[in-house]
């Protein structure tokens, strides 16, 4: 997997907007009217995010309506295919088109998102698209220590801790590390998001198998 065309030197951008589909989840381009939900996100995300500003909804929807014009960056919202819900998005942001590598960040609006396999599966969508479409050779992230959810997706998927922050965020009168997490081209190629072969089937559930 990877676009082979692509030679060093060559730049590359984010300026399509894709719809990519899962079976969780959708991601299309992010809309203005996509703003009341990140309007109102949920303490708990605030804090995993590290986010200590918020922002009115105006500004927010001003933000979400302009995102389309930028090819440094893809903002896709996070839709629920159970309920047509916008239930969070997913960005690779500042592109260094020369190194082919940017950033990536995720976020579901709330604890009632959490652990249903959405992150994972909006991640792993984002990816294939970034590395397969786009031709982007590296994507990092930060995740926080008191975050050890997010952690596990990205591991999951297959990146790879590479350093520690230390005291990157002050939250709550604590200061608390960052781990940086990279994912590479070459990597991906091997694992499509899949670093770790799922487990074989148990003796007792192969075909008229009790274990005998
Ligand atoms: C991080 C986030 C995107 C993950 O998405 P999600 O849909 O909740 O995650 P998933 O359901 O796909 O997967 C969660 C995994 O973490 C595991 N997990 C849950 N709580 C955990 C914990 N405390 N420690 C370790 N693993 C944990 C789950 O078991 C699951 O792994 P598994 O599939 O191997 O069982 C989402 O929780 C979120 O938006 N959180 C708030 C904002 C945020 O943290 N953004 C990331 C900032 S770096």
Known sequence: MGRHDLVVGDAISL???PILVGE??????????????LATLDPETLKLTGSHRTHS???????YATRAGH???????IVDQGSGEWVGEVVLLDLDEHNRSCWFRILLAGPRFFGRGFGTEATRLILAYAFETVGLHRIELEVYDFNPRARRVYEKVGFVHEGTKRQALHWDGEWIDAH??????PD????????????APT??????GQGS
């Open 57 to 63: 909804l105006e500004i927010l929807e001003r933000w």
């Open 71 to 77: 090819d440094d960056r893809l903002d896709l919202a």
């Open 180 to 185: 940086l997490m990279a994912l590479l081209a």
């Open 203 to 208: 003796m007792s559930s192969t075909p008229g």
């Open 15 to 17: 300026i399509e907007k």
């Open 188 to 199: 991906w190629a091997t694992h499509q998001g899949h670093p770790t072969p799922p487990p």
């Open 24 to 37: 969780r989840v959708l991601l299309r381009p992010v809309e203005a009217a996509d703003a009341p939900g």
